[in-house]
């Protein structure tokens, strides 16, 4: 299908190039930053995101995967060597029925807070979960706010994994800003927040309830392996959106591009964001079309990096919380009570973290998460 892909991509591009014109931009870029109501932030925003990814999270991932090479006895890791358990470990097994996943997470929301602990319990009760998977059930998990009566329902598809402990803490991140929001805000509209705000709530409560994981993994070298491979994740995951990012605003920037120019520009990017230790030898073509396998990049053009910003805000939250907890989680609730009556710079303020790219504060960011990786590892 690669050719196929690269047909209706350079009828989007085109097409989209045209709308932007009609509107009296320059291009599709300009346009849809527009068209996505991004008011705080710009273009050059994303381009000093870029650029801080890749200089303070590159270096790191390249570190974690020198150290995965080496605990695999591997002369070079191929892009096979990276979804693997390093040490051959079976998968985590953190809960075994629904009942005793639904029961140790209220636990671990009522370690955090006992109020996020309840809200899942009520939840439960009466009917607003739909956790397990099940034949012929729609894949995905989401929180969806009810609107009358504030209280969310939360879909998602559990199956024994440890994913499932990270979607259900997400979802409940959501179920939590939609409760508060809607006991603070009357006017339906002003309470949903666009992503870049939204998921730092989601995936800032992943990280604090980290601490809280115990609970699902009682031996401590599985709930180490659970810690790291998070924070591992992470890390993966800002220059994965960075490359996207970048991508499109080339895309968009020169829309007279062929399928051959844009093929040799995702490679020079992703270049720049992956590490050479990942010898891709033999998988040249495979390379050139990676990109096709990104469904936003046709469907929602420039929805992506709101997902780098929200993760920087939620490691901020994280590292408030390690430094303070009663204040940190002061400063979570307390920014959920806007909803999206503030700019987003003022949400984050609230919050007790930053609407920050620069170098220097994504760089202290790192830091702050290699040195958690450390003490994991000790
Ligand atoms: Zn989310």
Not at 261 to 290: C, F, H, N, P
Not at 312 to 321: D, I, M, P, S
Request: aromatic share 12%.
């Amino acid at each position: 299908d690669q050719s196929a892909l690269d047909d209706l991509m350079d009828k989007l591009v085109a097409l989209r190039h045209q709308v932007a014109l009609n509107a009296d931009f320059k291009n599709f870029r300009d346009y849809q930053f527009a068209a996505l109501h991004r008011f705080d932030y710009g273009p050059q925003d994303c381009e000093a995101f870029h650029q801080s990814i890749r200089e303070k999270v590159v270096p790191l991932t390249t570190k974690r995967l020198e150290k995965r090479r080496k605990e695999m006895g591997l002369e070079t890791l191929r892009p096979y060597d990276l979804s693997v358990d390093p040490k051959n470990q079976p998968a985590l097994s953190p809960f075994k029925t629904s009942d005793e996943f639904l029961e140790k997470s209220i636990q671990c929301l009522n370690r955090i807070d006992p109020s996020f602990g309840a809200l899942l319990a009520v939840m439960g009760q009466d009917g607003y979960l739909d956790l397990d998977s099940r034949k012929g059930k729609a894949p995905g998990g989401f929180n969806y706010s009810l609107n009358e009566s504030g209280i969310p329902f939360i879909y998602m598809n559990a199956s024994g994994r440890h994913q499932d402990i990270e979607t259900m803490i997400h979802e409940a991140g959501h179920a939590v800003h939609a409760l508060i929001d809607a006991q603070h805000i009357d006017f339906t509209p002003a309470r949903s927040t666009p992503a870049e705000v939204a998921e730092v709530a989601s995936m800032g409560l992943e990280l604090i309830s980290m601490g809280a994981w115990d609970i699902f993994y009682p031996d401590p070298q599985d709930l180490k392996r659970a810690q790291i491979e998070k924070l591992e994740d992470i890390l993966a995951s800002l220059p994965a959106v960075a490359k996207v990012d970048s991508f499109q605003h080339w895309l968009y920037l020169n829309p007279d591009h062929t399928p051959e120019t844009r093929a040799q520009k995702w490679m020079e990017i992703e270049d720049q964001y992956s590490s050479r230790l990942i010898d891709q030898t033999g998988y040249e073509d495979l390379r050139k079309i990676v990109w096709q396998r990104i469904l936003h990049i046709f469907e929602v053009p420039f929805y992506y990096v709101e997902y780098g910003f929200a993760q920087l805000g939620a490691v901020a939250l994280w590292r408030h919380y390690l430094q303070d907890p009663q204040k940190a989680l002061e400063a979570y609730k307390s920014f959920m009570q806007y909803g999206y009556t503030l700019t987003i710079p003022e949400l984050y303020e609230k919050a007790g973290i930053k609407f920050d790219f620069s170098p220097q504060y994504i760089g202290e960011l790192m830091d702050f998460v290699e040195v958690q990786l450390q003490k994991l590892e000790d």
